[in-house]
């Protein structure tokens, strides 16, 4: 799901809690080397997408790779965390 909203990512993680999903980021770099195109220069410097890999909890499944947000406040775009 994307999340690169700020000022609406806290209520949008509090809403995935609330339904009982388990939310992990996911920042994926905009430029892969391995592109389909195969082009070579990266026109994007280091953007990267915000998103979060959203899984219902009844699934039990743990993602252990990716970081798990507990704490809706947190925004990794945000200085100072």
């Given at each position: 799901?994307e999340?690169?909203r700020q000022?609406k990512?806290?209520?949008?993680?509090?809403?995935?809690?609330?339904?009982?999903?388990?939310t992990?980021w996911d920042?994926?770099?905009?430029?892969?080397?391995?592109?389909?195109?195969?082009?070579k220069?990266?026109?994007?410097?280091?953007i990267?997408?915000?998103?979060m890999?959203?899984?219902?909890?009844?699934l039990?499944?743990?993602?252990?790779?990716?970081?798990?947000?507990?704490?809706?406040?947190?925004?990794?775009m945000?200085?100072?965390?």
């Amino acid at each position: 799901m994307e999340n690169d909203r700020q000022e609406k990512s806290k209520n949008l993680i509090e809403y995935l809690h609330s339904i009982e999903y388990k939310t992990y980021w996911d920042l994926p770099a905009l430029y892969s080397k391995g592109n389909f195109n195969q082009k070579k220069e990266n026109i994007f410097g280091n953007i990267v997408s915000v998103n979060m890999l959203c899984i219902h909890q009844s699934l039990g499944i743990n993602v252990t790779a990716m970081r798990e947000e507990n704490d809706p406040n947190f925004h990794p775009m945000r200085k100072n965390g």
